[in-house]
């Protein structure tokens, strides 16, 4: 990780959870981190906490990806603070409790727009400003899920998340039609203790899920994303699956 020492990097729902954790591992290896969340109190919060740590940086921003402009506004806060961007981390993803014979359309829309749509739009204006920065070696970071790969209990989630996983692969084909050295990898983890799967079930059926099932940590996934990063520049990790040692399943509300 030594090549990233200074180098600048965003980092999507970066105030809890994973994303929390990915930010502490960054700063921990001396990056600059602006990580983005509709909770700009807990941004701030773990910012003091990490900035009297060091060796890194955290400069946070309020931003809700369903909001085209929010990102935009993100983004162009990153140049004019750095003038450049080296890792774009998109973490960010939600999940709701509903399926197609009696979902809710609003809800529907409110997945894909974080999921699919706000992660283009990241996607996009991150290649920009690292051509901005004249980077031809930085990395983009998507995150999937084991529902990337097969569809559990959400269809409508699963189904932004193959879209995701193939939005990935298609950045990869652009970037490389371009002859850019700029990588793309998806990471796909399987179920993680967070807050995650009880604001998509609910408290108690998300204390049951991972009371019941093998379970990864935060910090296991942010390890997995600096060894992504670590990755010498001529190699590029397209897809990595993480799951938990005993895994079976992808359908937690069985």
Same mark, same amino acid.
């Given at each position: 990780?030594?090549?990233?020492?200074?180098?600048?990097?965003?980092?999507?729902?970066?105030?809890?959870?994973?994303?929390?954790?990915?930010?502490?591992?960054?700063?921990?290896?001396?990056?600059?981190v602006v990580p983005c969340?509709?909770?700009?109190?807990?941004?701030? #919060?773990?910012?003091?906490?990490?900035?009297?740590?060091?060796?890194?940086?955290?400069?946070? *921003?309020? !931003?809700?990806?369903?909001?085209?402009?929010?990102?935009?506004?993100?983004?162009?806060?990153?140049?004019?603070?750095?003038?450049?961007?080296h890792a774009c981390i998109?973490?960010?993803?939600?999940?709701?409790?509903?399926?197609?014979?009696?979902?809710?359309?609003?809800?529907?829309?409110?997945?894909?727009?974080?999921?699919?749509?706000?992660? !283009?739009?990241?996607?996009?204006?991150?290649?920009?400003?690292?051509?901005?920065?004249?980077?031809?070696?930085?990395?983009?970071?998507?995150?999937?899920?084991?529902?990337?790969?097969?569809?559990?209990?959400?269809?409508? *989630?699963?189904?932004?998340?193959?879209?995701?996983?193939?939005?990935? #692969?298609?950045?990869?084909?652009?970037?490389?039609? #371009?002859?850019?050295?700029?990588?793309?990898?998806?990471?796909?983890?399987?179920?993680?203790?967070?807050?995650?799967?009880?604001?998509? *079930?609910?408290?108690?059926?998300?204390?049951?899920?991972?009371?019941?099932?093998? !379970?990864?940590?935060?910090?296991?996934?942010?390890?997995?994303?600096?060894?992504?990063?670590?990755?010498?520049?001529h190699v590029n990790v397209?897809?990595?699956?993480?799951?938990?040692?005993?895994?079976?399943?992808?359908?937690?509300?069985?």
């Amino acid at each position: 990780m030594e090549r990233w020492n200074g180098k600048v990097a965003i980092v999507t729902g970066g105030s809890v959870g994973i994303g929390k954790a990915i930010v502490q591992k960054l700063v921990e290896h001396g990056m600059k981190v602006v990580p983005c969340a509709r909770n700009l109190e807990q941004l701030n #919060e773990n910012a003091l906490e990490l900035n009297s740590k060091g060796p890194g940086e955290v400069f946070p *921003y309020k !931003c809700d990806l369903t909001k085209e402009q929010d990102i935009l506004k993100m983004f162009d806060f990153t140049r004019q603070k750095f003038g450049v961007l080296h890792a774009c981390i998109n973490n960010a993803a939600m999940a709701k409790n509903s399926h197609i014979l009696t979902g809710n359309t609003q809800d529907w829309k409110q997945v894909f727009d974080v999921n699919v749509i706000g992660m !283009c739009i990241c996607m996009r204006e991150a290649v920009k400003l690292m051509k901005h920065g004249g980077v031809d070696d930085g990395h983009i970071i998507n995150f999937g899920s084991v529902v990337s790969y097969k569809v559990g209990d959400k269809p409508l *989630y699963a189904a932004s998340k193959f879209a995701g996983r193939a939005l990935t #692969e298609g950045l990869r084909m652009e970037l490389n039609a #371009e002859k850019s050295h700029i990588r793309s990898t998806l990471l796909a983890p399987g179920l993680v203790s967070t807050e995650f799967a009880k604001r998509a *079930y609910g408290e108690e059926q998300g204390k049951r899920i991972y009371g019941t099932n093998p !379970c990864l940590n935060a910090e296991d996934i942010a390890n997995t994303v600096v060894h992504v990063l670590s990755a010498p520049a001529h190699v590029n990790v397209n897809e990595m699956i993480v799951t938990p040692t005993g895994q079976k399943s992808v359908d937690f509300a069985k």
